[in-house]
Each structure stands twice: as structure tokens, then as C-alpha cells.
């Protein structure tokens, strides 16, 4: 039998683990990617399907604060987050030291099978802290496709009915169903049919692209989407309408003023369940806890993920308790389903948040970015639109003049960035939008080098897409 390589080598002239003790520094000592990467990404290609993508080709040994550190010694500026999801940083300490302790105790029984507290602390946490103080249930899964299902369940299982509305531009995950919640054909749905039955798609309020302008963007949409709903399904068959407070994947989309209160306010004269799919806006993200918080919305159900545990894989659904509690005994879990250690980890990322003051750090974050941004769609016409809440930001590049997509333009400067050592990501149902997602702890000063980078970036690759 062979052995299994597993390299161990670690950042040049930094500690030996991850967190925020790694210099908070943009450290290049190769190309990016390096040789060392290079060898892994050849030995990723022999072993792993293509369809697993990678935005940037980097190994990475440690991270933590706002770096990521790889398998060449090269330190990164993180504007991703591994997508949203390390908030309170890589290796935070907190959750380093209770995942620690726990892996010691015990690592997994099945909640199941035979119960721990900390799993019932982080219902507890999730029923005090997401939106209206009414009573509430809230159990624990794997990731955020899998809350998002669940939420569907639990919403049908309740009100004995089947359709479930969704959004344009909407992202869900990559089950079937909630591929099926999901807008974009490609990546997500192509050749992956057929889908499930009795999702129906509604407009979103898209102010950017909203035909007749912002102005009249919540309004008419909602009044479309809600006419459609009635004429089409029959408010009286929605079992549910899901949405995304900012839409992820689609691109950071924040819909216009007004139209989810007004949706909101369809949904409760209806019997409808309103399910907030706040899996990457969620935990501090936007400058709130929650960003439905932002207009007031009060979901009935919330699925959370992502920024919820530091990285370890846990995700969450609270709702209702009439609604919650309605599912009869064993129709609802799963093996894994708020893992020790993940819960413990969650459990170490809402002392973060609090402690260290991070929903008001993300505000601060987008206080810092989008005047710059802005800025720069003002020396940049490819720059069409900016947009964003918190540490939640994004810029959508167009052909000037237009609004047709430059999605070319877009990977250019991303390679850019990536070339300078800042990881950055896109998004968006054309991929022409740059999205940034910081950890809340990120250091101001990589945060600003980090805008010095995409400024750069704009005026070496934009030249030319200006005109
Ligand atoms: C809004 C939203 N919902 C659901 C999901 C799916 O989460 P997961 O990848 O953990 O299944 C994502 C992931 O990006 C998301 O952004």
C-alpha cells in the first residue's frame, strides 16, 4: 500500500498554525500561482472532477485575520472568506479553543440517537437573535442547501400545501430542489434535469436593471410578482415564498426599497410561510445580525450557514414554533445534522461577533469600501453599479453606456488581483460582478490595500473597456 503525502508545509517566517497571529501581510514570494501549487493543482486535476471548480489555484497551509498564507509561503489579502463564511476569521481563537476541547470530549453521537447541550445552546442562540420575538423552534443540518430543503419541508408539512415561489437571480444550493429554487442555468442546472415540481419563479426587484428605472422598481415589481402568484398558482396553493434578503450568487442584487415588505405583507394576509434564506447574508455580514433587520422584515422562517460556525459545517433552520413543531417525531434530522463541533464552534463565533463588536465592524468595512468603489465607477464607465450592505459589496461591470454584461472584462481584472495577491470573487447571473467579502476582522490597512489593489487593477485592464 502507498503512503498518503499530506504536506505539511507551512508559511515562510510566520507562526506554525493559522489565525490572526499570521503577519497581516501581502507577501509574494513566486507567481501566483506558485510551483508548489502548480504541482498540487496537476495532482487536484488527476483526482477530482473538473466540475469542482476553483476560483484561484492557490493551496493554502494557514489563514487567519485577513491573509491567507499558501503552500509557497505567499500571503494573501482575503476578500472571500471561503464565500462568506469566515467571518470572524480563519482558526479564530475562540472557536480554535472550544473546537479543541470538544474533539478531546467526544466528536460525534448523533443528536438523534443521544442528545448535548451545546446543539440545544445554539437553538436557544438562533431563537433569541434572528428577527421578531415571537416564540420559535430552530434545528440544526449540514449545510445551507440542506436548511433551505428543510425549510420547504416544514412549510408544506404545515400548511398542507405544495408551491413554493422563488426569485430571478436567486441561489439556493445544488440539491435537487434547491437547484431547482436556483435561477442560473449554467453552472448550476444544465443537463441536471428535470427539476422538482411546483417551484415557480417571480421577478425580482433588481433596481440596476429594472426596465423602467429604480424609481419604479419596487413597486412594479412586486405588484408583478404578486399578480402572477395570484393569477398563475393561486395564492391559497403557495406553500411558501423563499427569498434572499441580498442575493448571493446572482450577484449581490439588494432589492429595491419596499418590495419585500410588500411581499412580506402578501405572504402574511395569504397564510403564505415567508422564508428568509439568510445563509450568506447572515451573522454580521451586512452591518446587521440579520439583513432582513435592515426594512424590518420578520420572516417565519430564517436558514442560516456559512458565517454561522467559523468554517465547520453546520447550518440551521428557525421558524415558527406553530409551524416548527407541527412535523410529526423523526421528520426532521439527519446524522451529522449540528455536530459537536460544530455547534461548539458556533457557539465561539456569536461570543466573536459580540465581543469584538463585528456587526458594527461590518458597517464600518462598507463605510470604507463603497465610497471607493464608487469612485471608481466614476473614473470607470465599465463600472456600472455598485451596490452592497456591510461587508456584503459589489461592482457590476458593463459596456459603457449600456447595460449589456461585460463578463470579459470582469475576468480580467479578477486575474489582475489575483496576479497581485488579493483573492477576490464574482458573481452574478451574466458574471460580470466582482463581489468582496472580507472576514469582519479583517485590518484596515489590508482592507485598504487591498481597494488600492482593485483601483490598480481597473486602471491597467479597464482602458480599453472605458470606451
Ligand atoms: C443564499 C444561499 N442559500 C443557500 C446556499 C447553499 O449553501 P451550501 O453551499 O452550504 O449548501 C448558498 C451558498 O452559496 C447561498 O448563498
Known amino acids: 500500500m502507498s503512503t498518503v503525502a499530506v504536506s505539511s508545509s507551512g508559511p515562510v517566517g510566520g507562526p506554525a498554525h493559522g489565525g490572526p497571529e499570521l503577519p497581516q501581510e501581502r507577501r509574494l514570494v513566486t507567481e501566483i500561482p506558485g510551483p508548489r501549487s502548480r504541482e498540487l493543482l496537476a495532482r487536484k486535476q488527476a483526482a477530482v472532477p473538473q466540475g469542482v471548480g476553483t476560483a484561484l489555484p492557490v493551496f493554502v497551509t ?91 419541508k416544514v412549510a408544506r408539512h404545515a400548511t398542507g400545501r405544495q408551491a413554493v415561489v422563488v426569485f430571478d437571480h436567486a441561489y439556493h444550493g445544488r ?42 422598481c419596487a413597486q412594479e415589481a412586486a405588484a408583478q410578482a404578486i399578480d402572477m402568484i395570484v393569477k398563475q398558482i393561486g395564492a391559497e396553493n403557495v406553500a411558501a415564498v423563499l427569498f434572499e434578503p441580498i442575493q448571493g450568487e446572482g450577484g449581490f442584487v439588494v432589492p429595491a426599497r419596499g418590495f419585500l415588505p410588500r411581499i412580506a405583507e402578501f405572504c402574511r394576509k395569504n397564510g403564505i410561510v415567508l422564508i428568509a434564506d439568510e445563509v450568506q447574508t447572515g451573522f454580521a455580514r451586512t452591518g446587521h445580525l440579520f439583513a432582513c433587520e435592515d426594512e424590518g422584515i420578520v420572516p417565519d422562517i430564517v436558514t442560516t450557514a456559512k458565517g454561522i460556525a467559523g468554517g465547520l459545517p453546520l447550518a440551521a433552520v428557525t421558524g415558527r414554533a406553530e409551524l416548527m413543531d407541527r412535523v410529526h417525531v423523526g421528520g426532521l434530522g439527519g446524522t451529522y445534522g449540528g455536530n459537536p463541533l460544530a455547534c461548539e464552534a458556533a457557539l465561539a463565533v456569536l461570543e466573536t461577533i459580540e465581543s469584538e463588536g463585528l456587526v458594527e465592524r461590518a458597517r464600518q468595512i462598507g463605510e470604507t ?67 468582496f467579502l472580507p472576514p469582519l476582522v479583517m485590518p484596515g490597512h489590508l482592507l485598504d490595500e487591498g481597494l488600492s489593489i482593485i483601483e490598480a487593477a481597473f486602471d491597467r485592464v479597464a482602458g480599453d473597456a472605458d470606451i
Open 175 to 216: 440539491t435537487l430542489l434547491t437547484m431547482t429554487l436556483t435561477a442560473k442555468n449554467l453552472p448550476y442546472k444544465h443537463r441536471f434535469g428535470p427539476f422538482a415540481p411546483e417551484v415557480y419563479r417571480m421577478p425580482m426587484a433588481y433596481p440596476f436593471r429594472w426596465p423602467t428605472g429604480p424609481e419604479n
Open 369 to 435: 469600501m463603497l465610497p471607493r468603489l464608487r469612485a471608481l465607477a466614476e473614473r470607470h464607465p465599465v463600472v456600472g453599479d455598485v451596490r452592497g450592505r456591510g461587508a456584503m459589496t459589489a461592482i457590476e461591470l458593463v459596456r459603457p453606456g449600456t447595460k449589456d454584461p461585460d463578463p470579459a472584462t470582469t475576468a480580467e481584472v479578477v486575474k489582475r488581483c489575483h496576479a497581485e495577491g488579493l483573492l477576490v470573487l464574482t458573481a452574478g447571473t451574466y458574471g460580470n460582478v466582482l463581489r
Open 62 to 152: 494557514r489563514a487567519g485575520g485577513g491573509v491567507v498564507v499558501d503552500a509557497d509561503g505567499n500571503s494573501l489579502i482575503d476578500f472571500g472568506s471561503g464565500i462568506a463564511v469566515t467571518s470572524v476569521g480563519n482558526a479564530a481563537p475562540r472557536v480554535v479553543e472550544r473546537v479543541r476541547r470538544q474533539v478531546g470530549e467526544f466528536t460525534h453521537t448523533c443528536f438523534m440517537v443521544t442528545p448535548y447541550e451545546s446543539y440545544v445552546a445554539v437553538c436557544e442562540a438562533l431563537n433569541r437573535i434572528t428577527p421578531g420575538d415571537h416564540e420559535k423552534r430552530t434545528f440544526l443540518v449540514n449545510s445551507g442547501a440542506e436548511a433551505v430543503e428543510n425549510a420547504v
